[in-house]
């Protein structure tokens, strides 16, 4: 089945600067992949996501990125507040899998003010 | 209503209770999962099920016992749990059928279980 490793498991920040985490999967099949994030004590929501027919795709001061070919992708997150202080995790699917999102294991951001 | 509520909580049992967890979401959404997730870890997907059918079980023991009564609704039915099953539970939706993978999954803010 589908691997997703996530890099780093955590990572601290000065406020402003840019945060940069990795994920990459086995699979070549998976075309789908969607960013969450994860307060404390609260529920996972999606921040980005991008499919395979795309290289990058930016929100504001979010922006993921996607190499195919390596099988990897990451997040970036520029300007950084206290507020994106959480946990995000990366995740990865493929049509055949359904619904079925495989996670990484997960980046624990800290921005320092 | 666009979010996804979960009840109770939180929610502490013995090992010999049956109890139950409730997900309810009005998005008008066909596709509901429960995830399990311990602390420092990422969602473990459970079940999901697709048009009120059971489509995805990911070989979860048979003390969890999942069950959808309308297209609304999801509950999990717990029992003879042990201690290890304690971590919080998410429900989830999706908007379309099995094999729309890259629908956005809308996560309910879970419960709390503690199995002493």
């Known amino acids: 089945g589908e691997n997703v490793e996530q890099h780093p498991s955590t990572l601290s920040v000065q406020e402003g600067d840019s945060a940069v985490i990795k994920c990459t999967y086995s699979?070549?099949?998976?075309?789908?992949f969607p960013w969450y994030k994860q307060e404390l004590g609260k529920r996972p929501q999606l921040i980005i996501d991008?499919?395979?027919?795309?290289g990058e795709k930016k929100d504001q001061r979010i922006a993921v990125t996607l190499n195919k070919t390596a099988k990897h992708f990451s997040l970036h997150i520029t300007e950084t507040q206290p507020e994106d202080s959480a946990v995000y995790f990366c995740?990865?699917?493929?049509?055949?899998?359904?619904?079925?999102?495989?996670f990484g294991g997960g980046t624990r951001v800290l921005v320092k003010p | 209503d666009t979010e996804v509520t979960q009840t109770p909580k939180h929610l502490v049992m013995g090992m010999t209770n049956k109890k139950s967890l409730k997900c309810e979401q009005h998005?008008?959404?066909?596709?509901m999962y429960w995830y399990k997730q311990k602390a420092k870890k990422p969602p473990e997907l459970m079940f999901v099920?697709?048009?009120?059918?059971?489509?995805i079980n990911e070989s979860v023991p048979s003390r969890f016992s999942p069950e959808c009564p309308n297209s609304s609704l999801l509950n999990l039915h717990l029992h003879a749990l042990q201690p290890e099953d304690s971590a919080l539970y998410l429900c989830?939706?999706?908007?379309?059928?099995?094999?729309?993978?890259?629908?956005?999954?809308?996560f309910g803010p879970g419960t709390r279980l503690t199995v002493l």
């Open positions: 989830a939706s999706s908007q379309g059928a099995l094999a729309t993978h890259t629908d956005t999954q809308y």
């Open positions: 998005m008008g959404h066909r596709a």
């Open positions: 099920y697709s048009y009120e059918k059971l489509s």
């Open positions: 699979d070549s099949a998976s075309n789908y």
């Open positions: 991008i499919r395979s027919n795309v």
């Open positions: 995740a990865a699917s493929k049509e055949a899998a359904g619904n079925k999102l495989t």
